[in-house]
């Protein structure tokens, strides 16, 4: 999360959608940053509203337009996956390494997930309390070009965005057409969001 309070800008850190190379080239400018730990760097925007805006307020800050990117589901699950194959992971609980991505689509979608799976999901950063889709612009990772080009005319300056925490690259992406239908029920609030209310 970064506020840009000149260009009326709060910034969602989306995990697993380049948001920390955004929050890189932001940094010059957005004097009020949440940048660690991984909670404060992910806040929902039901945090935001209930504790970041009315101190905004309170302080005579402009009311922020707020802003994100999310990821097509099935392709943000097989960066998850990919990010918890890495070396540092195994041997601990939170490693994909030795299972198979329907396997860890299985584990996500399970009634109760194994420490693998456990992931909050996109729709819950970008709705407020009332179950609403509440952030005013939401751009899709995949096209990410929109996105760069959208803030650097709201910040008049082109900005420039290295590439960070890059998953590495795993052969086993498929999913079987009967899990991949289970998994869009399982996450619909996160297909309807990035099919109904992203660019």
């Known amino acids: 999360m970064m506020i840009c309070p000149q260009a009326r800008l709060a910034f969602f850190s989306m995990p697993k959608t380049g948001s ?3 929050l890189l080239a932001l940094r010059p400018h957005a004097p009020i940053q949440f940048s660690a730990p991984p909670q404060v760097k992910h806040m929902t925007l039901v945090q935001y509203e209930r504790h970041v805006a009315p101190l905004l307020r309170d302080c005579g800050q402009p009311q922020m337009e707020t802003v994100c990117l999310v990821r097509e589901p099935v392709d943000w699950l097989r960066s998850w996956y990919a990010f918890r194959s890495r070396d540092v992971l195994r041997n601990t609980g939170r490693s994909t390494a030795g299972i198979s991505f329907a396997q860890f689509v299985e584990d996500f979608i399970a009634p109760v997930r194994p420490p693998h799976a456990v992931l909050p999901p996109q729709s819950e950063i970008a709705r407020r309390a009332d179950g609403r889709v509440g952030i005013d612009h939401i751009f899709r990772y995949d096209t990410f070009g929109n996105f760069a080009e959208w803030l650097s005319d709201r910040l008049g300056e082109k900005l420039e965005f290295e590439r960070r925490n890059v998953s590495p690259v795993v052969e086993d ?13 399982a996450l619909a609030a996160d297909f309807s969001l990035y099919a109904d209310h992203a660019r």
């Open 20 to 22: 920390s190379a955004v």
């Open 173 to 185: 992406r498929e999913l079987p057409a009967a899990l991949r239908a289970r998994l869009e029920q």
